[in-house]
């Protein structure tokens, strides 16, 4: 089954400062990779998501990045602010066939001092 | 706002008691998915329906874990005799199909005893 993991386990960045994680996959048959944030006692919320037909996705401040190749995507987030702080997870998925799930990396721990 | 909702947020159980964990999807959604959450830990797929059919139970953990949407709507995950194990986030998600975006419930605590 396919294995996503997930780097750093913790990241902290000075307000305005940029923020970048980094997710590598197994399954080459996984096309769909969307990044999550949890903020404390919430559920999992789609920030951002990218399809393997497509190298880089941006939205404001957030862009994502794939490299089909080497099997890895990454989450750049751009003048970071206090409310950026949350837990990120990516994850992977393949779209169109029979396994709808989720596959989640560990998750990364994002502190923008201010 | 309609989101997705789930009771109880938090629930407390002795080890070797039932629980049941409700989910109430947003209305038209056709897929829901359970997923585990382990305390810092990302979630992990447990079970999948599609409507009232459920198209894909490998994650359930053991023959303890059960789940049901039997009339398409509402689902419910049952735990029959809990572990100290089985202590997570149970998190709910819902979506328009299969191919389209998950949405998040704010999860279910529970804590065995």
């Known amino acids: 089954g396919e294995n996503v993991e997930q780097h750093p386990s913790t990241l902290s960045v000075q307000e305005g400062d940029s923020a970048v994680i980094k997710c590598t996959y197994s399954?080459?048959?996984?096309?769909?990779f969307p990044w999550y944030k949890q903020e404390l006692g919430k559920g999992p919320q789609l920030i951002i998501d990218i399809r393997s037909n497509v190298g880089e996705k941006k939205d404001q401040r957030i862009a994502v990045t794939l490299n089909k190749t080497a099997k890895h995507f990454s989450l750049h987030i751009t003048e970071t602010q206090p409310e950026d702080s949350a837990v990120y997870f990516c994850a992977a998925s393949i779209r169109g066939g029979s396994n709808y799930k989720l596959t989640f990396g560990k998750g990364t721990l994002l502190t923008v001092n201010p | 706002g309609a989101g997705v909702s789930q009771s109880p947020r938090y629930k407390v159980a002795k080890r070797g008691q039932d629980v049941a964990l409700r989910c109430d999807p947003i209305?038209?959604?056709?897929?829901l998915f359970w997923y585990q959450q382990a305390l810092g830990q990302g979630p992990e797929f447990l079970t999948y329906?599609?409507?009232?059919?459920?198209?894909?139970k490998s994650g359930l953990p053991s023959d303890r874990f059960f789940a049901e949407r039997p009339e398409g709507s509402v689902s419910t995950l049952k735990i029959q005799r809990t572990q100290q194990e089985d202590s997570a986030v149970y998190l709910c998600a819902t979506g328009q199909g299969p191919n389209n975006e998950q949405f998040f419930g704010p999860g279910t605590r529970l804590t065995v005893l």
């Open positions: 399954d080459s048959a996984s096309n769909y």
């Open positions: 329906f599609q409507n009232e059919a459920q198209l894909d």
């Open positions: 209305s038209g959604h056709v897929s």
